[in-house]
């Protein structure tokens, strides 16, 4: 489980006194805690791994928009820190879908919903999110599932 993985790596970076991986694993723990405070409070389970990789996509996304506006603001140190805390992070999530095997699990999840027109992208995102949770962005998937049903 990630979970574990996430603490079993916090005590190595701690024996390591690595400073930047702990705080951006507790971070990341403490991130895993609210959810699922969040997912009881509206009597839910405690969040699966399929559900802590979205969590880990809002966790790198937020970073990024941060290490864009340090670098407007003239902080090359705080956009590296939020960037090392991203390679981090990543390392947590499956390997990232080319845009080429993004276009054909498309076209396969076209193919298997019988989606006709934009009315059936919602179909096609809910089959791709089933499948392919964590390996793809689905900012990027949805212009190209609306494209590809345009």
């Known amino acids: 489980m990630l979970r574990d993985d996430i603490n079993n790596a916090l005590k190595e970076a701690m024996k390591a006194k690595n400073e930047l991986t702990v705080s951006t694993l ?17 009597s839910k389970p405690a969040l699966s791994d ?31 820190q939020e960037r090392d805390e991203i390679a981090i992070i990543q390392g947590y999530l499956p390997k990232q ?4 095997e993004m276009k054909a ?17 919602g179909k096609v ?12 962005d689905f900012g990027k998937v949805s212009g190209l599932v609306k494209a590809a049903l345009g």
Do not use: C, H, W
């Open 50 to 80: 399929g559900d802590l990789l979205s969590v880990f996509q809002k966790m790198i996304k937020q970073r990024q928009e941060s290490a864009d506006l340090y670098d407007k603001g003239a902080r090359p140190e705080l956009a590296k």
């Open 125 to 136: 995102i809910g089959a791709l999110k089933g499948k392919y949770a964590g390996q793809m």
């Open 97 to 100: 879908m080319s845009d080429a």
């Open 105 to 121: 699990a498309i076209d396969a999840a076209i193919k298997d919903t019988g989606a006709a027109g934009v009315k059936d992208m």
């Open 26 to 42: 507790r971070l990341m723990n403490s991130t895993i805690k609210n959810a699922d405070i969040e997912a009881r409070g509206a």
